[in-house]
């Protein structure tokens, strides 16, 4: 008796609305039901010829299916938006039919605000069936290689299917958020995980940038700890999410998308996670209807990492394969690669279909001539451009073709360009470089070699040499230029002497040293004294496909919300720290942060905001505690954005030099110190407590589990 009722519940989820219960990891709440049954009819109902009108807010209506004519979808907008204002007033007879037929899309007790506010939240959502099988088909060359990377991460296998939202599965996807290809990243947050240059933008190549992608799903789920939300935060960012979360006081994804009121929350944001749930359901049953779909191959390749620069054409000709072949698979190099400008970079995985090439890819990579094989890249050529200039102009200025200028420059228009834009130049191969004369704002430059890297002084002291800037003691040392400013409590990065002694270690002023003892107790060693600097004391965005409608009539309004707030928040979008101030004056203080920065933004002194907290002087702040701000002299919308801008550039200072490659978990030890583990990682603070939110640095046990990412040097 008890087999039969299961064979009979299992009989009614197979024909319910949605075939099977989601797996555990990915919920369907009751909330967002309507809005995945929705994204179900868009993917499989009307293909890009032809959509659905339909309350933005209640996805359950659906007015109408219409052929893709504007004006008709206009005229049939004004009719529906003209019968709910009818319906609105409180009429409910001698009703017409189309008012009759409307009517009864909505709940009985519906109101008449309700209705009044429907008829302006009419929305027209291109139909994309046809995509759909465009992108199930390119899968086939993908999924299996996602889904291998997902099992070795240990996530779920579920978010292989990811990419159906994002791209279709297209690997040269650009959107009109500027995010790029199949995994869609923007530039700021595809740096953390990715090379990404006007040489080599891996972004583009699909096995590459699955490895990006899932390091920052695994990241927003550590962040943020369930998938629903870690799925949002691929669109919204980490950061957006854990304001969500906070407001709303829950990790619960229905109430959040149904009842969150984030300004940058918009329709794309709040309608993310119903379509990977729709998208879920439309592979399961693909065949219910689609048919048979017939799948891409799934590509072999013989990969080899180079130890050494070489040109394209050079390396096609000894392998004996096309140049498109070897353009073709390797998609992540940049027009500058394959017109010459740069040789394919030291360190650069090759990759070659076995299907054109099956050999031993290093005996024949190796017998590429001495003559042929380089130790360091072709130089950059550049020119500033000045008042009349046109691209045409430089091209025969320079004995090169505006195509060319425009394929090595990714311009997307070749008839805007603007003064003081930097361009790059071609450069024959083996060109000496072209040094620019001080003639004012138009000449020709070459970018400095960077410096040579040096083991770490043991004394971790450097003297300044003549010649010598910020940045180039950086690269030098593997550092970077905000880290130099704290440890050495520099004003102004501009200002330094030959003679001067810098600390290139902050081994006298940590920035938590814990100590944890037999007991299982912590001993305070220091506290936060990157902090303690009194002189010095800015989604992932909406991303829709190159040739994606999904969001066609709120484009227009979430765009706008993005640009808005895009030059504070974009690099910020993977970063979960509250930056924000509190309605009673105070912050969380952050990482890397000093009373002279919070002082620096105030237009105040640090002896000020000490008074204001009854601070004694040499008590340092502590990064999670509350701190008391003055704003009689800027505004607190003007704190924020240069408290963003600031830890926006340190972050970006730190991605140019260091790449996420994945992530190690850690139980803490006997005697452990965080930041000297941080620190021999090469693991700031602030990247520390971005995986690990939770974690109270100054009550740290003995068993107790960390999360370090795991970053590798770049090669600059």
């Excluded at 070659?352 to 031993?360: E, H, M, T």
């Excluded at 910020?572 to 002082?599: F, K, W």
């Excluded at 990247?687 to 939110?693: A, H, S």
Aim: net charge neutral; glycine share 6%; charged share 25%.
């Amino acid at each position: 008796m008890n087999l039969l009722k299961c064979l009979l519940l299992f009989s009614v989820m197979l024909v319910s609305g949605l075939s099977l219960a989601a797996p555990a990891d990915f919920p369907i709440p009751d909330t967002i039901r309507p809005a995945v049954n929705f994204w179900v009819r868009v993917y499989t109902e009307a293909d890009t010829n032809s959509g659905f009108l339909h309350d933005s807010q209640d996805l359950s209506v659906v007015y109408e299916k219409l052929a893709r004519d504007n004006d008709h979808i206009n005229k049939r907008r004004k009719k529906i938006a003209d019968d709910l204002l009818v319906l609105a007033s409180g009429k409910r007879s001698g009703l017409s039919a189309s008012q009759r037929k409307i009517l009864a899309l909505w709940p009985g007790d519906v109101s008449n605000a309700r209705l009044a506010k429907a008829a302006e939240s009419i929305r027209w959502q291109l139909g994309q069936s046809d995509r759909f099988v465009a992108g199930l088909q390119r899968s086939g060359a993908y999924r299996r290689y996602i889904e291998s990377v997902a099992r070795a991460m240990d996530m779920p296998i579920e978010l292989a299917a990811l990419p159906h939202v994002e791209s279709s599965f297209h690997p040269g996807a650009y959107s009109s958020a500027a995010a790029t290809g199949m995994w869609q990243f923007v530039r700021a947050t595809a740096t953390r995980f990715l090379q990404v240059d006007y040489v080599v933008d891996e972004r583009l190549d699909p096995y590459a940038s699955t490895h990006g992608a899932m390091s920052l799903l695994e990241y927003n789920y550590n962040a943020l700890g369930t998938w629903p939300l870690a799925l949002t935060a691929y669109n919204h960012g980490a950061n957006g999410m854990a304001r969500a979360v906070k407001e709303m006081g829950t990790t619960d994804i229905g109430r959040i998308i149904t009842a969150y009121k984030g300004a940058r929350f918009g329709f794309a944001s709040r309608n993310f996670y119903p379509q990977f749930l729709a998208v879920l359901e439309v592979e399961k049953r693909a065949n219910e209807f689609f048919g048979p779909v017939q799948m891409h191959r799934h590509p072999e390749f013989a990969e080899l990492r180079l130890d050494m620069f070489v040109d394209a054409k050079v390396l096609a000709e000894t392998m004996g394969i096309s140049f498109n072949d070897l353009k073709r698979d390797n998609p992540a190099l940049q027009p500058a690669v394959w017109s010459g400008t740069k040789r394919i970079p030291k360190g650069y995985k090759l990759k070659i279909d076995r299907s054109v090439f099956n050999g031993d890819l290093l005996r024949v990579v190796s017998a590429i001539p001495g003559s042929q094989r380089f130790t360091a890249q072709i130089p950059d050529a550049s020119y500033r451009v000045n008042r009349g200039d046109s691209l045409s102009l430089i091209a025969e200025r320079y004995n090169t073709s505006v195509s060319e200028l425009v394929a090595i420059n990714q311009l997307r228009d070749r008839h805007t360009i603007r003064i003081g834009q930097t361009l790059l130049l071609p450069q024959p191969e083996g060109a000496a470089p072209i040094l620019l004369a001080d003639t004012g704002n138009v000449g020709i430059t070459t970018n400095a070699s960077p410096a040579p890297s040096r083991e770490m002084p043991q004394d971790g002291k450097y003297v300044v040499s003549r010649g010598d800037t910020l940045s180039i003691i950086a690269r030098r040392f593997r550092l970077s230029e905000d880290s130099l400013l704290t440890m050495n409590r520099l004003g102004d990065r501009d200002l330094i002497y030959p003679g001067q002694t810098l600390n290139l270690l902050a081994t006298d002023a940590p920035d938590v040293l814990v100590a944890v003892n037999d007991t299982g107790g912590t001993d305070s060693l220091a506290l936060n004294a990157n902090l303690a600097d009194e002189e010095k004391e800015l989604p992932q965005l909406l991303q829709l496909s190159v040739d994606s409608d999904t969001a066609a009539v709120d484009v227009k309004e979430d765009v706008l919300e993005v640009e808005a707030e895009a030059k504070l928040l974009v690099d910020l979008s993977a970063d979960p720290s509250d930056y924000t101030v509190m309605a009673d004056n105070s912050i969380e203080i952050q990482e890397a942060e000093t009373l002279g920065h919070y002082a620096d933004w105030l237009g105040l002194s640090s002896w000020d905001l000490r008074r204001l907290n009854k601070m004694s002087f040499k008590q340092p702040v502590i990064s999670g505690s509350r701190l008391k701000l003055d704003f009689s002299k800027v505004s607190i919308a003007a704190f924020e954005r240069k408290r963003r801008e600031y830890h926006r550039d340190l972050q970006a200072q730190y991605f140019r030099n260091w790449r996420i490659q994945g992530t190690e978990d850690y139980s803490i030890r006997n005697r452990d110190f965080v930041v000297n583990l941080a620190r021999q990682r090469s693991v700031p603070m602030w990247l520390f407590r971005q995986y690990n939110p939770e974690v109270d640095i100054g009550h740290i046990q003995i068993g107790q589990k960390i999360v370090f990412p795991k970053v590798e040097r770049v090669d600059i």
